[in-house]
T-cell receptor, first 111, second 113 residues
Framework: KNEVEQSPQNLTAQEGEFITINCSYSVGISALHWLQQHPGGGIVSLFMLSSGKKKHGRLIATINIQEKQSSLHITASHPRDSAVYICAVASGSGNTGKLIFGQGTTLQVKP | DAGVIQSPRHEVTEMGQEVTLRCKPISGHNSLFWYRQTMMRGLELLIYFNNNVPIDDSGMPEDRFSAKMPNASFSTLKIQPSEPRDSAVYFC???????????FGSGTRLTVV
């Protein structure tokens, strides 16, 4: 069993839909990251969180430390949100520890 | 800041050749990470440095792989000799302790034929 599991693996949505991607982990962590990788291959860090909830524009990330679970929500989805979303956990101190990655969720938003 | 700069963007080489990948982290960042991404295994940490010192190299596949960080602004990942199974995208990332998030480079797509 992978230490970081994401669901679903693939997701297709219509423009405007509310999207949720889930991440569960089995190791002790100091922080959890959500990353976005576009078809061109570049990786962008969306959020780093260790508790509670963070919001940036139409993106919301939550984490439940007791349940070892995090979710990434996209409100009013748009075709430009199409990308691979990767959950990663940091096992060291803050963001200087190594990351353990989920396998990613491939999101396609259709117009 | 230009971000994390990796070179080359693409590298095609023959099996057995030496390959050197380069990374310039963001100025002021004190942690640097080398990751490898393949279809089969996703993203994996190879090695990371803190203040130019290697902290964890447990992800380095074997002795054919080596990484150096001679100063705060430059790191290399070397594969010698290269093999077809090394074909992957190699990402470098940097971060600042206590700050939020990582910054990834654009990656080097390596193809070993």
């Amino acid at each position: 069993k992978n230490e970081v599991e994401q669901s679903p693996q693939n997701l297709t949505a219509q423009e405007g839909e509310f999207i949720t991607i889930n991440c569960s982990y089995s190791v002790g962590i100091s922080a959890l990251h959500w990353l976005q990788q576009h078809p061109g291959g570049g990786i962008v860090s969306l959020f780093m969180l260790s508790s509670g909830k963070k919001k940036h524009g139409r993106l919301i990330a939550t984490i439940n430390i007791q349940e070892k679970q995090s979710s990434l929500h996209i409100t009013a989805s748009h075709p430009r949100d199409s990308a691979v979303y990767i959950c990663a956990v940091a096992s060291g101190s803050g963001n200087t520890g190594k990351l353990i990655f989920g396998q990613g969720t491939t999101l396609q938003v259709k117009p | 800041d230009a971000g994390v700069i990796q070179s080359p963007r693409h590298e095609v080489t023959e099996m057995g050749q030496e390959v050197t990948l380069r990374c310039k982290p963001i100025s002021g960042h004190n942690s640097l990470f080398w990751y490898r991404q393949t279809m089969m295994r996703g993203l994996e940490l190879l090695i990371y440095f803190n203040n130019n010192v290697p902290i964890d190299d447990s992800g380095m596949p074997e002795d054919r792989f080596s990484a150096k960080m001679p100063n705060a602004s430059f790191s290399t990942l070397k594969i010698q000799p290269s093999e077809p199974r090394d074909s992957a995208v190699y990402f470098c990332a940097s971060s600042l302790q206590g700050a939020v998030g990582y910054t990834f480079g654009s990656g080097t797509r390596l193809t070993v034929v």
